[in-house]
Nanobody
Framework: QVQLIESGGKLVRAGESLKLSCAASGRSFNNIAMGWFRQAPEKEREYVATINGRGDATTYADSVKGRFTISRDHAKNTLYLQMSKLKPEDTATYYC?????????????????WGRGTLVTVSS
């Protein structure tokens, strides 16, 4: 059974840093693009960052560029999101996802695998 399990979310203060992890099991994602997404209360899920299979190409949403860093450890089959200079507007449930494909059936994002999320709360 393929699983993506996020961890690391917690309550932090504005300006602090936090590192999220996403441990994959059930198969290797070493050659598969992965990403982080987030969903704030009463808002749609939004893209945060992606990384390619080799780990040498990344993309970021404008809202996190310069503050967040996505990375991966192939040996551990784990994806990371280092977040710094956190803001209250970063408060959301953060989801790890893998294996992009075209969205279908009304999906906003097409990813074959999703984790269950980890909650990050940033207080002002």
């Amino acid at each position: 059974q393929v699983q993506l399990i996020e961890s690391g979310g917690k309550l932090v203060r504005a300006g602090e840093s936090l590192k999220l992890s996403c441990a994959a099991s059930g198969r290797s994602f070493n050659n598969i693009a992965m990403g982080w997404f987030r969903q704030a209360p009463e808002k749609e899920r939004e893209y945060v960052a992606t990384i390619n299979g080799r780990g040498d190409a990344t993309t970021y949403a404008d809202s996190v560029k310069g503050r967040f860093t996505i990375s991966r450890d192939h040996a551990k089959n784990t994806l990371y999101l280092q977040m710094s200079k956190l803001k209250p507007e970063d408060t959301a449930t953060y989801y790890c996802a893998a294996d992009p494909r075209p969205p279908r059936n009304g999906e906003k994002y097409g990813m074959d695998y999703w984790g269950r999320g980890t909650l990050v709360t940033v207080s002002s």
